[in-house]
């Protein structure tokens, strides 16, 4: 569903601007403002804060816009992928990557421990395997490229085994965000936001979105969410659509940055592997072993060594950041120690080149 008032021919960098605006009457603002209510007057459509609020709404409208669905916002990504995963029945079976990201990983860990659901991690580039594994599963997960790992799904191939099954299909559009891919266009059936990543992308505000084409699947969600209760600030809202309306120019230069900086680390003799898909502006790269140890210790001198790359988790602002991801006990074995993600801001690349190499060339031998 288009919002109303947005033809969908316009491209996505205009829908990312003009997508969730007021109606344009006399002194009317052009931005919705923030609505901050507990309760509305009675008699209406939404009647109750949980319920409904037009600063999420706005937002809604806009992500939805660019996704080609329609679109309920959440307290934050987790609480937007619990929402989804509270869809599967008790003991059915979900497929997702062993690599997605790793709060969607504890929490399918942590729905079966206490035998809600049934979960089988596969290998997302075994298109084969996990269409195998999608023949008796009640959800299919996906995330392409997935966290950290960078791994890109066949997500039609998938998407087309599972539906035949019956099952539901689910992709994670974090990293891509809308501007590179829009899973709709494969028929899956729900794409899932951590907005608090390049779509707010100014690490200040956490976020969560889904949408989805679905009327029927739209009514249960939101009702889920209405009865669940993780829904997002009306200020977290207005934040998270103040910063999509850039989303275009941020994303375009810090894919740019991304691309010449994958160049220039594969020629460094610090780094052993650069992970990158093509596209986006995730990188992770593993450090070269040492006579002493298989690269961690590089890694970790390398988030140390910078001025301008901060050292922090999460990822999608426009300042640039990284961090050694098995620094988290719960990453997968799988990740390899050395394996630092960077997630590629819109500074200029050759600030951020000259402070990566200094850093990189002090992480050598
Ligand atoms: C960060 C992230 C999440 C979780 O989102 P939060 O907003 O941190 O709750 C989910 N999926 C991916 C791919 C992420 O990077």
């Known amino acids: 569903m288009e919002p109303s008032t947005q033809p969908s021919s316009l491209r996505p960098s205009t829908r990312a601007v003009h997508a969730g605006r007021p109606d344009r009457t006399p002194d009317s603002p052009l931005n919705e403002p923030i609505t901050m209510a507990s309760t509305y007057v009675a008699g209406g459509t939404t009647e109750y804060g949980r319920y409904g609020n037009p600063t999420w709404t706005a937002l809604e409208e ?16 987790l609480a937007a992928v619990s929402t989804v995963l509270d869809l599967v029945g008790a003991g ?32 997302i580039t075994d298109t084969d395997a996990v269409v195998s594994a999608c023949a008796d599963a009640a959800l299919v997960w996906l995330e392409s490229p997935t966290n950290p790992a960078l791994e890109v799904a066949d997500i039609a191939t998938i998407t087309a085994a599972a539906q035949e099954a019956g099952a539901y299909v689910v992709v994670d559009n974090t990293f891509a965000t809308p501007l590179l891919q829009t899973p709709f266009d494969h028929d899956v ?23 989805t084409r679905d009327d029927e699947l739209y009514d249960v969600l939101k009702s889920r969410r209405d009865l669940l209760g993780a829904i997002p600030g009306a ?24 691309q010449e900086l994958v160049t220039r680390l594969r020629e460094h003799p610090a780094v052993g592997e650069v992970r990158y898909p093509g596209f986006g ?18 890694a970790d001198l390398l988030t140390r060594k ?55 060339d002090g992480c050598v031998g």
């Open 189 to 211: 059936d729900i794409v899932v936001h951590s907005a608090t990543k390049f779509l707010a992308g100014h690490s200040d505000v956490l976020m969560g979105a889904v949408c």
């Open 235 to 258: 200020f977290e809202a207005w934040l998270t659509l103040r910063g999509l309306r850039t989303l275009h120019l941020r994303v375009e230069r810090a894919q740019a940055n991304a």
């Open 306 to 360: 910078t001025s301008l790359w901060v050292h922090a988790t999460s990822l999608g602002g426009v300042e640039s950041t990284f961090e050694r991801r098995r620094r988290w006990k719960t990453e997968p074995a799988t990740i390899p120690d050395a394996l630092v993600r960077m997630s590629v801001g819109i500074e200029d690349v050759e600030d951020l080149w000259d402070d990566l190499r200094q850093a990189l």
């Open 281 to 298: 502006a995730i990188v992770s790269v593993v450090l070269a072993p040492s006579d002493t140890n298989q690269g961690e210790l590089a």
């Open 92 to 123: 059915q079976k979900v497929v997702a990557p062993r690599h997605s990201y790793n709060g969607t990983v504890m929490q399918l860990a942590d729905l079966e421990s206490r035998g809600r659901i049934v979960a089988e991690l596969v290998d």
């Open 62 to 77: 806009a992500i939805g816009s660019l996704e080609g669905g329609r679109c309920l916002t959440f307290a934050s990504g």
